[in-house]
């Protein structure tokens, strides 16, 4: 697919280590054709203009420039329109209407929800979202999250058939293999917001860690302890690549662990945590009761649950300890939508 529509244009070739004074120049007088791409031509670069070749170069030279005039094609910008923009006319009208207008970015991977009678459409709307999202090199349709791993089922529609990236989460360099671990982008300020919360010094357990985005945000944030345990050796494999890949701004220490909370929790000491990380929203609050035992007196536990409202989400949590006067919910925080009236809340407990 052409991004952008083509024109013929007059410019001026200017030679790359030159070009940005030239820009300079140019756009100060208001003479560079708005909404073209400039483009570059080995060590040149062309320019579109809005006026004369012969004037452009008389103004360049004027200022020990070199510049030549020339006539070439270049291509429209794609500032300002949607992938949706460059579907139109390719695709039936009313399907057009029931595709999102979003995506999730992860690295260079696009992710899209798209209605079924849409996948076969799939190779243009790939086209179109790396016509407006430069940095995507795939695009994948995305089925259900599935099993014990949360894995989401993807539909290559275009672009690199590959699902491991990088995504970065404010500075923090994330490895993420979109195709056999979880990672939702939409979690980055949770991540970041949780590990705000961590003291220097602490003992952290981040259990169901995925990838590690917790584990990361706290350990290149503060000096404190982190056990991130998952079960897939998929996702403990990418936070080791993510240790190497953040290694110059680490100033905690990551433990990655590969196995079950539960065998995890079995070989604990009592009371060896500051804090616990529970972010598993369905089962979550199933393993709280292991759970407890492990926080020190005044530690902190932060639930993650599935509920219709925070109400409900607090009644999970203290239903799954009932009558445990050690637990004290002092704050409930409604963190992602999940369903429609079905949201992801944070439960934060503090123990007495
Ligand atoms: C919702 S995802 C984790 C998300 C991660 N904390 C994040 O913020 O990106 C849940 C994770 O729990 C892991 N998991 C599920 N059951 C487990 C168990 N019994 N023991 C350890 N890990 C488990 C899955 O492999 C998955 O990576």
Redesign the pocket.
């Given at each position: 697919m052409v991004c952008g529509v083509v024109r013929r244009e007059r410019c001026v070739k200017v030679p790359l280590r030159q070009a940005e004074q030239a820009l300079r120049l140019l756009r100060a007088r208001n003479l560079v054709v708005k909404g073209l791409k400039v483009r570059r031509t080995g060590d040149y670069l062309l320019i579109p203009l809005a006026c004369s070749a012969g004037n452009a170069v008389t103004l360049l030279r004027e200022h020990q420039v070199s510049a030549e005039p020339c006539e070439e094609l270049f291509e429209e910008t794609t500032l300002g329109k949607t992938f949706k923009d460059y579907l139109k006319g390719k695709i039936p009208e009313g399907l057009l209407e029931s595709i999102p207008s979003s995506y999730d970015i992860v690295g260079d991977i696009a992710i899209i929800q798209l209605p079924e009678e849409a996948l076969r459409y799939g190779d243009v709307i790939a086209e179109a979202i790396m016509c407006v999202a430069k940095n995507v090199k795939s695009v994948y349709a995305a089925g259900p999250v599935e099993g014990?791993?949360?894995v989401r089922k993807l539909i290559h529609l275009g672009g690199e058939r590959r699902t491991e990236t990088i995504h970065k989460e404010y500075g923090v360099l994330i490895r993420v293999d979109v195709g056999k671990?979880?990672?939702?982008p939409s979690?980055s300020e949770?991540?970041r917001r949780v590990a705000s919360l961590v003291s220097e010094g602490e003992d952290v357990a981040?259990?169901?860690?995925?990838?590690g985005?917790?584990t990361l945000h706290i350990i290149t944030t503060r000096k404190a302890r982190v056990f991130a345990?998952?079960?897939?050796p998929y996702?403990i494999k990418c936070l080791i690549e993510s240790l190497e890949l953040n290694s110059k701004k680490i100033k905690g220490k990551a433990v990655p662990v590969m196995?079950?909370?539960?065998d995890f929790l079995a070989v604990v000491a009592p009371a060896s945590f500051d804090r616990v990380?529970m972010?598993?929203?369905h089962?979550a609050v199933n393993f709280i009761g292991e759970v407890l035992g492990k926080v020190k007196p005044a530690g902190y536990l932060h639930v993650y649950a599935v509920a219709r409202s925070a109400d409900e989400a607090k009644d999970a949590v203290m239903n799954a300890v009932p009558g445990d006067s050690r637990v004290v919910i002092f704050n409930v925080t409604r963190v992602l939508d999940y369903a429609p009236r079905k949201f992801i809340y944070r439960v934060d407990v503090k123990m007495r």
């Open positions: 014990e791993y949360r671990t979880y990672y939702n979690l949770e991540h981040d259990l169901f860690c995925g990838v985005p917790f345990v998952d079960i897939n996702a196995g079950d909370v539960r990380i972010n598993l929203p089962v």
